[in-house]
């Protein structure tokens, strides 16, 4: 399955078409992210290249507060438009059968509007019994007094709404609401991994509380810290609506706050929330673990990090392709003209897209580390929670997209142009056979990785099939003539990928439609 994701300020029809080629005609989805400006004449661009086929809009909330906007109304939404190709679904949740649980909600707030301060009643100690890791107690609102001074409760530790930088917060609930729904065990306690928060406290909201009254919901259990396991009833399907207001979906709090973690001190322009691009992925590639995702509009790289979450929380092997350019914003490249750099320049190019924000912030999402190499602060919330500093076990690769002369595109002038495709064929894991020619500059008869293999010189086919990996997955073979790949083709093992490339790679790699 192809699931294509992307956020273009404005499309195209010749774009479009482009999209329409790709995508996988049995089973795929194109997804693209568009604010009220747009959407209309976006929406009828779809219907007309993508005719026939399924398509549905979503209001995604994005800002609960609105971002304020002279003379108009507050923005706090934007909308994500949905293509449906072959026998793609949108699927319920959980399937027939199946019991998922309730998603919980933190108690303390992390976005930048729920500061100490904002709600006077909101910043209390919550004392943690050391030895049971239960709450003992629930402390009366601070006013300016410092943390440091709350008096002490024996056997416990006091648990403020702190980030892991040291950024006072607040808690979700006043203390009064945080004992009822303790009392009625709707709060869950967790061990944290930070001195600042060494306790981690998440509560089921009054909406899902309700719903356990009316059969909705059900109650299965209770933990060991007298919470409720509370599910969707086995065999009950919970149908996505066409309006998001999770709080996860907050592009301040997880876009912009977030990508902060991850490259201090860099500023991108609205980046999305990476929970909203998660569970929009999730919905078609949940059961599919060797999906391919395109996001042909990178931006900052929450795609690719999205991914890496799903693929942590399943073990699975999906691919997330990124493409995108290395722009310069308006106003710093202003600034830049005038201290007379002109794109090319490795002043100029350093603060590109790609450069300052896409390429550090996925390497920082995978290694765990900002640019600086210092371990990244925070943990992941919703779904899959743990440390950023732990990072992914991805394997990541970052190709410069160049224009090739067609005179030069031969065997031994071009190959390491093309070499990353093939890899990308027969994976996207391991090394990559980067040249055609040893370090002598003669021609190589053939190469091998563990996963794919690369014969060039048709003469040494059986030298080549001799040295077959038992984990090869792909192969290639270089040569224009049908009967001569026909042949080499048969002597290998039939559960081999094995691919034709021409010996002029602008034949072998264009996109041939009628």
Request: aromatic share 10%; with cysteine.
């Given at each position: 399955m192809d699931c294509k994701a992307s956020r273009p300020s404005e499309f195209g029809v010749s774009r479009l078409n482009l999209a329409r080629s790709l995508l996988n005609p049995e089973d795929s989805v194109l997804v693209v992210t568009i604010d009220e400006r747009e959407v209309h004449r976006l929406a009828l661009l779809l219907e007309q290249v993508f005719a026939g086929r399924r398509h549905q809009m979503v209001s995604i909330t994005i800002n609960p507060k609105g971002t304020a906007r002279p003379n108009e109304f507050s923005r706090v939404d934007e909308f994500a438009l949905f293509v449906l190709v072959g026998s793609a679904v949108v699927p319920g949740a959980p399937a027939s059968g199946q019991a998922a649980e309730v998603r919980w909600r933190y108690l303390r707030r992390n976005d930048l509007e729920s500061v100490r301060g904002t709600r006077p009643r909101q910043f209390y100690p919550i004392y943690v019994n050391e030895q049971t890791a239960l709450i003992a107690k629930v402390g009366d609102p601070l006013g300016p007094e410092d943390p440091l001074d709350v008096p002490k409760v024996a056997d416990c530790v006091p648990v403020f709404p702190i980030r892991e930088d040291g950024l006072q917060m607040e808690w979700g609930l006043t203390g009064p609401t945080l004992k009822r729904s303790l009392d009625a065990g709707f709060v869950h306690v967790t061990v944290g991994q930070h001195n600042n928060q060494p306790y981690i406290f998440s509560y089921l909201t009054t909406p899902n509380i309700k719903k356990i009254a009316t059969g909705?919901?059900?109650?299965?259990?209770?933990?060991?810290?007298?919470?409720?396991?509370?599910?969707?009833?086995?065999?009950?399907?919970?149908?996505?609506?066409?309006?998001?207001?999770?709080?996860?979906?907050?592009?301040?709090?997880?876009?912009?706050?977030?990508?902060?973690?991850?490259?201090?001190?860099?500023?991108?322009?609205?980046?999305?929330?990476?929970?909203?691009?998660?569970?929009?992925?999730?919905?078609?590639?949940?059961?599919?673990?060797?999906?391919?995702?395109?996001?042909?509009?990178?931006?900052?790289?929450?795609?690719?990090?999205?991914?890496?979450?799903?693929?942590?929380?399943?073990?699975?092997?999906?691919?997330?392709?990124?493409?995108?350019?290395?722009?310069?914003?308006?106003?710093?490249?202003?600034?830049?003209?005038?201290?007379?750099?002109?794109?090319?320049?490795?002043?100029?190019?350093?603060?590109?897209?790609?450069?300052?924000?896409?390429?550090?912030?996925?390497?920082?999402?995978?290694?765990?580390?900002?640019?600086?190499?210092?371990?990244?602060?925070?943990?992941?919330?919703?779904?899959?929670?743990?440390?950023?500093?732990?990072?992914?076990?991805?394997?990541?690769?970052?190709?410069?997209?160049?224009?090739?002369?067609?005179?030069?595109?031969?065997?031994?002038?071009?190959?390491?142009?093309?070499?990353?495709?093939?890899?990308?064929?027969?994976?996207?894991?391991?090394?990559?056979?980067?040249?055609?020619?040893?370090?002598?500059?003669?021609?190589?008869?053939?190469?091998?990785?563990?996963?794919?293999?690369?014969?060039?010189?048709?003469?040494?086919?059986?030298?080549?099939?001799?040295?077959?990996?038992?984990?090869?997955?792909?192969?290639?073979?270089?040569?224009?003539?049908?009967?001569?790949?026909?042949?080499?083709?048969?002597?290998?093992?039939?559960?081999?990928?094995?691919?034709?490339?021409?010996?002029?790679?602008?034949?072998?790699?264009?996109i041939n439609e009628r």
């Open positions: 909705e919901l059900a109650v299965t259990g209770t933990r060991g810290d007298g919470s409720k396991i509370v599910v969707i009833p086995a065999g009950k399907v919970s149908r996505p609506t066409s309006v998001w207001r999770d709080r996860s979906h907050d592009a301040g709090a997880y876009g912009t706050s977030l990508l902060g973690t991850l490259i201090p001190g860099r500023r991108f322009p609205f980046p999305k929330s990476l929970y909203a691009v998660e569970d929009t992925i999730r919905f078609f590639v949940k059961d599919k673990p060797d999906a391919v995702v395109l996001d042909f509009f990178g931006g900052s790289g929450t795609t690719a990090h999205a991914v890496a979450r799903l693929n942590h929380q399943d073990d699975g092997r999906r691919q997330s392709i990124t493409l995108t350019n290395n722009e310069v914003a308006e106003a710093e490249a202003k600034a830049l003209r005038a201290r007379g750099l002109r794109p090319g320049d490795p002043d100029w190019e350093a603060l590109g897209i790609f450069e300052h924000i896409t390429r550090p912030r996925v390497t920082a999402a995978v290694t765990g580390q900002t640019p600086e190499g210092i371990p990244v602060t925070g943990e992941y919330r919703f779904t899959d929670e743990f440390p950023m500093a732990e990072g992914f076990e991805e394997n990541v690769e970052f190709f410069e997209l160049t224009y090739l002369d067609a005179s030069r595109v031969e065997v031994n002038l071009a190959f390491a142009g093309i070499a990353p495709l093939l890899w990308l064929r027969a994976g996207g894991r391991g090394p990559i056979i980067e040249q055609c020619v040893n370090g002598n500059g003669r021609r190589k008869p053939y190469a091998w990785t563990d996963r794919y293999g690369v014969l060039f010189n048709c003469d040494r086919w059986r030298g080549f099939v001799s040295k077959l990996p038992v984990t090869a997955t792909t192969v290639f073979i270089v040569t224009d003539s049908t009967t001569e790949f026909a042949h080499i083709a048969g002597e290998l093992p039939g559960h081999l990928d094995v691919v034709r490339l021409y010996e002029r790679y602008l034949t072998t790699f264009a």
